[in-house]
C-alpha cells in the first residue's frame, strides 16, 4: 500500500508540529554526553577486537598455509626424512594440531586480559547511563 498526499485519502497522518515545546529558562538539562556508540572506549575495543582475530586467524592459516605452499613447491623436503625415519612433511601435518591449539590459547588469553576487561566496562558504563536515563 503506498502513500497517497491527497486530501481525499482517509488516514492521513496529521502534520508535524511547526515548533518544538519551549523549555523555559529555570528547566535544567543533564550535560550533554556523546552516545555511547561514539564513546573511545568502543573504537579501543573494537580494535582489540580486531586484532585478536587476526592474530589467532593468522597464526592457524598462516601455518597451514605454510604447510601447502611446502607441499606443493617443496616435495623434496616434504618427503626428506627428520627424526627417527618420519618424512618432515608427516612431522609438519601432525605438528597442526598443536598449531591450532596455540592459537585458540592465544585467542582466550588475549581475549582475558584485553578483550573482557574493556568491554565488562564499557557494559558497566552502559548500565549506569540507563539507571541514570530512568531515574530522570
Not at 492521513?12 to 552516545?35: E, L
Amino acid at each position: 500500500m503506498t502513500y497517497d498526499p491527497s486530501p481525499s485519502y482517509p488516514h492521513r497522518p496529521p502534520p508535524p508540529p511547526p515548533y518544538a515545546p519551549h523549555i523555559g529558562p529555570t528547566a535544567r538539562r543533564a550535560p550533554r554526553r556523546d552516545p555511547l556508540g561514539r564513546h573511545s572506549d568502543l573504537r579501543i575495543l573494537r580494535s582489540a577486537y580486531r586484532r585478536q582475530r587476526r592474530t589467532a586467524t593468522l597464526t592457524a592459516l598462516g601455518y597451514f598455509t605454510l604447510f601447502l605452499l611446502l607441499s606443493a613447491y617443496a616435495p623434496g623436503l616434504m618427503t626428506g626424512t627428520a627424526v627417527a625415519g618420519l618424512p618432515t612433511g608427516l612431522l609438519l601435518a601432525l605438528a597442526q594440531l598443536p598449531i591450532t591449539w596455540l592459537a585458540i590459547a592465544l585467542y582466550e588469553h588475549t581475549a582475558r586480559r584485553l578483550v573482557d576487561p574493556l568491554a565488562d566496562r564499557i557494559r558497566k558504563e552502559a548500565e549506569l547511563d540507563a539507571r541514570r536515563e530512568a531515574g530522570r
